[in-house]
């Protein structure tokens, strides 16, 4: 069964800092790119990063470049969010994302199938 579980949020003042964690299980977890996401109230979801299954390669939303940095530990089956110099808009609750394709897939503990994979998320607020 594939799962996500992230962690990390919390209440953070303007300018400051946040590491977000999202611990995987029950996939190959090296595999797949991983995906953050953030939803604020009343807002659609929208991306916010991503990272190759090698971590060689990310991508950001223009409003996180410079600020936000995705990593992930394939040896661990983590990935991270650093954010940094945080703002007020900054604050949602935010998502940890991956899709695998279509298909049954067999590891040595069983198999996991196909989907757009979705963790409960974690909330970040940024207020003074």
């Known amino acids: 069964q594939v799962q996500l579980v992230e962690s990390g949020g919390g209440l953070v003042q303007p300018g400051g800092s946040l590491r977000l964690s999202c611990a995987a299980s029950?996939?190959?977890?090296?595999?797949?790119?991983m995906s953050w996401y953030r939803q604020a109230p009343g807002m659609e979801r929208e991306s916010v990063a991503n990272?190759?299954?090698?971590?060689?390669?990310?991508s950001y939303a223009d409003s996180m470049k410079g600020r936000f940095t995705i990593s992930r530990d394939n040896a661990k089956k983590m990935v991270y969010l650093q954010m940094n110099s945080l703002k007020p808009e900054d604050t949602a609750v935010y998502y940890c994302?991956?899709?695998?394709?279509?298909?049954?897939?067999?590891?040595?503990?069983?198999?996991?199938?196909?989907?757009?994979?979705w963790g409960d998320g974690t909330q970040v607020t940024v207020s003074s």
């Open positions: 994302n991956t899709e695998i394709p279509r298909g049954h897939y067999f590891t040595g503990d069983g198999y996991y199938t196909g989907g757009d994979y």
């Open positions: 029950g996939f190959t977890f090296s595999r797949y790119a």
């Open positions: 990272i190759t299954s090698g971590g060689d390669n990310t």
